[in-house]
């Protein structure tokens, strides 16, 4: 019966996830037909001043707050979800930082990199879908707390359907980027509204019981007890910078605009295989967290054990199918010369076996214990080290470097941050080592 309920949560949880992806593909159709290729250009600027932004004042305060609540399973629902509230405001306030940082700095960079003029309106408009995406994505995350993963799949799912059909429907009636910034504004709050609801229902709290101060100044202080966790966390925000944005400017560099492409390319086409960590990722995390905080070693042995030889089963089959369906899906889809990034795929999609199999119960793992000092050490050294030293000194001393190389790199730092983590693990907490 239990194996039948998580087939149930799963297939529900991974048919949610698909459809949210193939309505956001719609949108971006609807998007990009709207504005055109000079104002999809303006915003796509500004959403990466907005990330770089929020990279560097972003510290996953939900996982300590996630920490936190399951810590507590003897308190009473009441008290416990308090400390979700505490990460609500927090998130609150750094969004607000985010929206100003992001204004200031679009207004500084942007007229030395955009062609076109942008109006402080549409910069703000823009700055605030950005900061109100990332302030309500705390309720989407926190959701996973609950246990109630039907319900939760099916009210994301509609907050993404309104989301799409409030942008696109703007869109459709007035064509533009100034239609579009007011959209995206209104689309932002929807979807985000959807979700604080589902919030406040699935934990079944009372919009009329309010935090006294007391509890407040209480849930602040275990927040901020947790000091490391959140150094770590924001650390991790500027490797993520690293190995998702400026690997990039590195391959630009190096590379010529053939070559960068095809990288990016690659980057974007196996972005795709994240569906299947977020499917994962959504069911599983709260069921690792809660395990480490119980303690109970041989429970999440057996998850992380069976996570492990899972996620290599996948991530053969998928490089197997790319082997033998690759070439042609990337002939009859994509304009000549990307057939060139077939090896480039093979080797991006390798990580994913490493994302599902380690990383997923990991993260849970080094959250619950606060040792996050070596994981966060060897992902920066692996990123360093094959994304961005190898590649100079072999540009040092050859005349030409192979985009290629960069995919490599990427793909070896995965292998050597996870595989010396499984071997750490293995050493400090063997009760918990799925090896």
């Not at 509230?85 to 700095?105: C, D, E, N, P, R």
């Not at 996570?307 to 070439?327: N, S, T």
Request: hydrophobic share 50%; glycine share 6%.
């Amino acid at each position: 019966m239990a194996l039948f309920l998580i087939r149930r949560d799963l297939v529900v949880l991974a048919g949610t996830t698909f459809t949210s992806a193939a309505l956001n593909l719609l949108q971006s159709v609807v998007v990009t037909r709207a504005l055109g290729v000079e104002n999809f250009g303006v915003v796509g600027l500004v959403a990466s001043v907005c990330a770089v932004v929020l990279c560097f004042v972003d510290f996953r305060i939900y996982d300590v707050t996630a920490k936190l609540y399951l810590a507590d399973s003897q308190g009473s629902p009441m008290e416990r979800v308090n400390v979700l509230h505490i990460g609500a405001m927090i998130q609150f306030l750094v969004a607000t930082l985010a929206l100003l940082l992001s204004v200031a700095l679009s207004n500084l960079v942007l007229p030395y990199v955009a062609n076109t003029p942008i109006d402080e309106e549409a910069l703000i408009a823009l700055s605030l879908a950005t900061a109100c995406n990332y302030f309500c994505g705390y309720f989407t995350t926190v959701q996973r707390l609950s246990g109630r993963v039907i319900e939760m799949a099916l009210y994301q799912l509609f907050a993404t359907a309104l989301g799409v059909s409030v942008l696109c429907t703007a869109l459709a009636k007035q064509p533009g980027l100034d239609s579009y910034c007011a959209a995206i504004v209104l689309s932002s709050a929807a979807s985000g509204l959807v979700n604080f609801l589902a919030y406040l229902r699935l934990f079944r709290i009372s919009t009329t019981r309010f935090i006294t101060l007391r509890t407040l100044a209480e849930n602040y202080r275990r927040v901020f007890r947790e000091h490391r966790v959140l150094l770590y966390s924001n650390l991790l925000g500027y490797l993520k910078l690293l190995s998702r944005a400026g690997d990039t400017l590195l391959v630009g560099a190096l590379c010529n605009d053939y070559h960068t492409g095809l990288y990016k390319f690659g980057r974007s086409l196996t972005d795709s295989l994240s569906l299947i960590y977020e499917i994962a990722v959504k069911f599983y995390q709260p069921l690792f967290l809660k395990a480490s905080a119980e303690g109970n070693a041989q429970k999440f042995k057996k998850f992380s054990r069976g996570l492990l030889q899972a996620a290599v089963f996948i991530g053969i089959a998928i490089i197997f199918g790319e082997v033998l369906f690759l070439k042609d899906f990337l002939k009859l889809f994509f304009a000549p010369g990307f057939g060139d990034s077939y090896s480039m795929v093979l080797v991006l999609s390798i990580p994913v076996i490493f994302s599902l199999g380690v990383n997923l119960w990991l993260w849970p793992l080094l959250l619950s214990c606060g040792k996050m000092r070596f994981y966060t050490l060897v992902s920066f050294s692996a990123t360093l080290l094959f994304q961005y030293a190898i590649p100079a000194l072999v540009q040092i001393f050859s005349e030409r470097v192979d985009s290629l190389l960069f995919a490599f790199g990427y793909t070896l730092s995965f292998a050597l941050t996870y595989i010396l983590c499984l071997m750490w693990v293995k050493r400090q907490m063997p009760e918990y080592s799925p090896l």
